[in-house]
């Protein structure tokens, strides 16, 4: 009875070992569902790859774990990396999601739309851009030491936020 309970006792360490490092690898997805308003297909770029068509009118939904640094076009004249471009960015750490153009024209408008949460004090609202002379997106994209602190305070645009677990974020 000892040895089969050591046994046993071995087998569970062994699930929950593997388990933990299944968890640290793959990180919870986040949600994004990506719509089309333009008046053509438009060929869809994550982190700068080509990641199919989006039909006119159409949409696509992508489970992403992690930080997301880009989602974005390259219809209408812009590119797959940046230039005329504005893209979609999100940073799992710390929740925020933000936008970035060029300074000197931009292919498409975009909006970033976190789903199904509160928007009180800042948290949670739309990023919307759609024009190059708009205020509220990044001419560079944010480095790892720009983000603002965490807190019970929303950070001021182009830092957008949504301090919750499983947003889904509609992005058109």
Do not use: W
Request: aromatic share 12%; hydrophobic share 35%.
């Amino acid at each position: 009875m000892k040895r089969l309970y050591s046994l046993l006792s071995l087998a569970t360490l062994c699930v929950a070992s593997n388990d933990q490092q299944l968890e640290a690898r793959q990180g919870p997805a986040t949600q994004y569902i990506i719509f089309n308003n333009c008046p053509t297909a438009v060929p869809l770029y994550i982190s700068g790859d080509f990641n199919g068509v989006i039909p006119f009118q159409g949409n696509t939904t992508k489970f992403l774990s992690g930080d997301v640094p880009f989602i974005n076009t390259n219809a209408n004249g812009g590119t797959f990396n940046s230039t005329g471009t504005l893209r979609a960015g999100f940073k799992a750490n710390g929740f925020f999601y933000y936008l970035v153009k060029d300074p000197e024209r931009i292919n498409t408008g975009i909006s970033i739309v976190p789903q199904g949460r509160p928007t009180t004090n800042g948290f949670c609202v739309p990023a919307v851009c759609e024009d190059v002379n708009c205020p509220n997106a990044f001419n560079l994209p944010p480095n790892e030491f720009s983000y603002p602190p965490t807190g019970p305070t929303a950070p001021d645009p182009p830092f957008y936020q949504c301090p919750f677990s499983n947003t889904t974020y509609v992005i058109t």
